[in-house]
């Protein structure tokens, strides 16, 4: 298949509640979305998702990055599944994570279309349903309380509890009152997003020894992985990376180092499904269970996110609740791609993502 044009158009979405996480609040995005035309006929659809305080992209970067520079060298280029010239492409800029899963979704998404098959299928899944827990966002205790108590009612049966803000005495007692109003019954997810020192983290995991927590995410910052390995070695409930983990060889060095018990793969953070699915085969030959996660994406973004994680057995926990914080209720099916029940998501047997242009 030859490229023929590449075009950008921007998508406004609103939320129908602020997220407030350590590193930021979001009421609303302005997701790129990129569209690859092919001689065949064939239109691959991607998005990138800006955000600045993870991944340093944009609505801005994006799309002068698609346009002025992946664009001109993409036009006429033939593409095949061993894509390579993806390869090519990625190395003609630095960072700019995002725009390039954008364009690597699109390719996965064209590719998907001509073998007439759904992505998750294309990439040799056969499940095309899975479960999302629901994130609970930064708030007062008794905010975030009621939050969950709805959330629960609804039919979510994981929760994940952003932290990362208060003093660690207000941290603990966040979670211990969620614990307690579901009276133990309910597993959660903890984020702190970099929020806490090593010491803290510590500090509060020691005192949650008794509640149900699957794992707890990022809690140092980022580039620290000295600080996520002492957390990891000073706790027995798991550690996930997922600021520190953009790359393959971000992925290899945390093995190396033994620095987490769990990978947090995301397609905005990994440049796209090539690189998420060779992070994928690297934590499986080294035994790390992995979680796909999103950045509050768009409907195309968060598509490519779900066909990703049901195509891999190295993927045990799903954190794809984003349709379920998009403003626009009941959504038609071939503009996000999928069904939806709380918690559920459900993919479409349509080829490539199931999205139209």
């Not at 929020?195 to 995410?217: C, H, N």
Request: include cysteine; hydrophobic fraction near 40%.
């Amino acid at each position: 298949m030859k490229i023929k044009e590449l075009e950008t158009k921007v998508i406004p979405i609103r939320l129908n509640a602020p997220f407030k996480t350590a590193l930021r609040e979001v009421r609303a995005v302005n997701v790129v979305r990129v569209m690859i035309y092919f001689d065949n006929g064939l239109v691959g659809i991607g998005e990138a998702t800006p955000s600045q305080a993870i991944t340093g992209d944009t609505q801005e970067s994006i799309t002068k990055a698609i346009e002025e520079v992946f664009r001109p060298f993409l036009l006429e280029k033939e593409i095949d599944e061993k894509l390579e010239v993806l390869d090519e492409m990625k190395q003609l800029l630095k960072g700019n994570s995002s725009p390039k899963a954008a364009i690597d979704n699109a390719f996965f998404d064209a590719l998907a279309k001509k073998a007439k098959l759904p992505l998750y299928r294309y990439l040799s899944g056969d499940e095309k349903k899975l479960e999302t827990d629901f994130t609970i966002s930064i708030a007062s205790r008794e905010q975030m309380l009621t939050q969950a108590k709805q959330k629960v009612t609804a039919g979510f049966k994981t929760l994940k509890i952003k932290l990362g803000l208060d003093p660690v005495e207000e941290e603990v007692a966040k979670l211990r009152s969620l614990n307690d109003c579901f009276h133990g019954k309910i597993p959660f997810r903890i984020d702190a997003n970099q929020g806490w020192t090593k010491e803290e983290a510590v500090q509060i995991l020691d005192s949650w020894q008794d509640i149900p927590i699957e794992f707890v995410e990022q809690p140092v910052k980022a580039h620290d992985f000295e600080a996520l390995k002492y957390v990891t070695d000073h706790t027995d409930i798991p550690i996930m990376a997922d600021e520190s983990l953009f790359s393959f060889a971000d992925a290899k060095k945390l093995i190396d180092d033994h620095c987490c018990d769990l990978f947090n793969i995301k397609l905005m953070k990994s440049t796209g499904i090539k690189e998420g699915q060779a992070i994928a085969r690297l934590a499986k030959a080294n035994g790390i269970d992995c979680m796909v996660g999103s950045m509050i994406e768009g409907y195309a973004g968060l598509a490519a996110a779900a066909h990703f994680a049901l195509s891999t057995d190295a993927v045990r926990y799903y954190d794809l609740d984003v349709p379920f914080m998009w403003e626009t209720k009941h959504l038609d099916s071939s503009i996000i791609g999928m069904q939806l029940s709380p918690g559920k998501l459900t993919l479409l047997d349509k080829p490539g993502l199931g999205i139209n242009e």
